[in-house]
Nanobody, 125 residues
C-alpha cells in the first residue's frame, strides 16, 4: 500500500506559477505510470499529465507548454511545475499512481490504483 500526499496548492494570480508535490509513503520505483489529475467544480476529473519511469510523458493539450512533470524516484516524489496559470486551471489537483494513469498512457491496468487527497489550486483573474 502506498499513500500519496499532495502539497503546494494555493491562490495565485493569472500568469503566476505554482509547484505541486506528490510525496509517496513508499517506493515509487516500481510504479511505472504516475500522473496528475484535476477536477473543477461541476466537471469530471481529467488527466493533466502522466509520466513513466522511462521518461515517457503525455500532457493534456490545455497545459502543453505551461506545465512540466518530473519524478524523483530516490525521494519518492512527483512534481508538477505549473507556469502561466490561467483561471481555467482552477481545480483540485490529485496525484495518481497506478491503473488509472497506466491505462491513460496505453498500458494494461495495474492491480493497484492509489490516489492522494488532492490540493486546491485557485487562479484569480
Amino acid at each position: 500500500q502506498v499513500q500519496l500526499v499532495e502539497s503546494g496548492g494555493g491562490l495565485v494570480q493569472a500568469g503566476g506559477s505554482l509547484r505541486l508535490s506528490c510525496a509517496a509513503s513508499g517506493s515509487i520505483f516500481s510504479i511505472n505510470a504516475m500522473g496528475w489529475y484535476r477536477q473543477a467544480p461541476g466537471k469530471l476529473r481529467e488527466l493533466v499529465v502522466g509520466i513513466t519511469n522511462g521518461g515517457r510523458i503525455i500532457y493534456a493539450d490545455s497545459v502543453k507548454g505551461r506545465f512540466t512533470i518530473s519524478r524523483d524516484n530516490a525521494k519518492n516524489v512527483v512534481y508538477l511545475q505549473m507556469n502561466s496559470l490561467k483561471p481555467e486551471d482552477t481545480a483540485v489537483y490529485y496525484c495518481n499512481a497506478g491503473s488509472t494513469t497506466a491505462q491513460a498512457m496505453g498500458f494494461r491496468p495495474y492491480e493497484y490504483d492509489y490516489w492522494g487527497q488532492g490540493t486546491q489550486v485557485t487562479v484569480s483573474s
